[in-house]
Protein backbone atom coordinates (compact mmCIF):
# COMPACT_ATOMS: atom_id res chain seq x y z
CA UNK A 1 0.00 0.00 0.00
CA UNK A 2 2.70 2.68 1.11
CA UNK A 3 5.96 2.51 -0.98
CA UNK A 4 9.20 2.18 1.16
CA UNK A 5 11.42 5.36 2.08
CA UNK A 6 14.86 5.56 0.55
CA UNK A 7 17.46 4.68 2.92
CA UNK A 8 19.17 7.74 2.65
CA UNK A 9 16.53 9.43 4.17
CA UNK A 10 16.04 7.57 6.82
CA UNK A 11 19.20 8.11 8.30
CA UNK A 12 19.01 9.80 11.66
CA UNK A 13 21.58 13.24 11.59
CA UNK A 14 22.31 15.74 14.28
CA UNK A 15 20.59 18.33 12.85
CA UNK A 16 17.49 16.21 12.33
CA UNK A 17 17.77 15.09 16.23
CA UNK A 18 17.96 19.00 16.94
CA UNK A 19 14.90 19.31 15.14
CA UNK A 20 13.16 17.11 16.62
CA UNK A 21 14.10 18.43 20.58
CA UNK A 22 13.27 21.79 19.82
CA UNK A 23 9.97 21.37 18.83
CA UNK A 24 9.38 18.88 21.62
CA UNK A 25 10.07 21.27 24.04
CA UNK A 26 8.23 23.84 22.34
CA UNK A 27 5.12 21.91 22.47
CA UNK A 28 5.62 20.48 26.04
CA UNK A 29 6.07 24.00 27.41
CA UNK A 30 2.70 25.12 24.91
CA UNK A 31 1.37 22.25 26.75
CA UNK A 32 1.88 23.58 30.39
CA UNK A 33 1.47 27.24 30.19
CA UNK A 34 -2.07 26.82 28.34
CA UNK A 35 -2.59 24.11 31.30
CA UNK A 36 -1.69 26.32 34.09
CA UNK A 37 -3.72 29.12 32.58
CA UNK A 38 -6.99 26.69 32.59
CA UNK A 39 -6.16 25.71 36.08
CA UNK A 40 -6.14 29.70 37.09
CA UNK A 41 -9.35 31.11 36.71
CA UNK A 42 -10.30 33.98 37.38
CA UNK A 43 -14.36 34.73 37.88
CA UNK A 44 -15.15 37.88 38.03
CA UNK A 45 -18.94 39.16 37.87
CA UNK A 46 -20.47 42.82 38.26
CA UNK A 47 -23.67 44.10 38.91
CA UNK A 48 -25.10 47.22 38.34
CA UNK A 49 -28.74 48.41 39.01
CA UNK A 50 -29.31 51.93 37.33
CA UNK A 51 -31.56 53.80 39.71
CA UNK A 52 -31.87 57.10 37.81
CA UNK A 53 -34.29 56.05 34.97
CA UNK A 54 -36.32 53.46 36.62
CA UNK A 55 -39.50 54.34 35.71
CA UNK A 56 -38.87 55.31 32.10
CA UNK A 57 -38.92 52.60 29.24
CA UNK A 58 -36.63 51.90 26.83
CA UNK A 59 -37.98 52.75 23.40
CA UNK A 60 -38.09 49.87 21.08
CA UNK A 61 -38.66 50.56 17.01
CA UNK A 62 -39.49 47.74 14.82
CA UNK A 63 -40.66 47.31 11.03
CA UNK A 64 -41.58 43.76 10.75
CA UNK A 65 -43.52 42.80 7.33
CA UNK A 66 -46.07 39.59 7.64
CA UNK A 67 -47.83 39.80 4.42
CA UNK A 68 -49.82 36.64 5.27
CA UNK A 69 -51.47 37.23 8.79
CA UNK A 70 -54.64 39.62 9.44
CA UNK A 71 -53.97 42.91 11.39
CA UNK A 72 -56.34 41.82 14.25
CA UNK A 73 -54.31 38.90 15.46
CA UNK A 74 -50.97 40.66 15.72
CA UNK A 75 -49.70 42.45 19.33
CA UNK A 76 -46.48 42.76 20.91
CA UNK A 77 -45.09 41.38 24.47
CA UNK A 78 -42.63 43.04 26.07
CA UNK A 79 -40.18 40.80 29.17
CA UNK A 80 -37.69 42.74 30.85
CA UNK A 81 -34.96 41.04 32.23
CA UNK A 82 -36.16 41.52 35.79
CA UNK A 83 -39.05 39.44 34.56
CA UNK A 84 -41.40 42.08 34.27
CA UNK A 85 -44.12 40.76 31.31
CA UNK A 86 -46.39 43.14 29.74
CA UNK A 87 -48.88 41.54 27.65
CA UNK A 88 -50.00 43.18 24.06
CA UNK A 89 -48.06 46.59 24.93
CA UNK A 90 -49.50 49.46 23.56
CA UNK A 91 -47.83 53.00 22.55
CA UNK A 92 -47.21 54.10 19.21
CA UNK A 93 -48.19 50.92 17.94
CA UNK A 94 -49.19 51.39 13.97
CA UNK A 95 -50.88 48.03 11.90
CA UNK A 96 -51.33 48.78 8.08
CA UNK A 97 -52.81 45.91 5.98
CA UNK A 98 -50.94 45.18 3.17
CA UNK A 99 -52.98 44.74 -0.24
Given at each position: ???????????????????????????????????L???S??????????????????Q?????????????????????????????????L??????
Amino acid sequence: LYRKVPRDLTEPTLSGAIVSCCTVSVALYLFAAEFLVLLSRHWESEMIIDESKTEEKLQINLDITMAAMPCELLSFDATDVMGSHEVDAHGNLFKDRLT
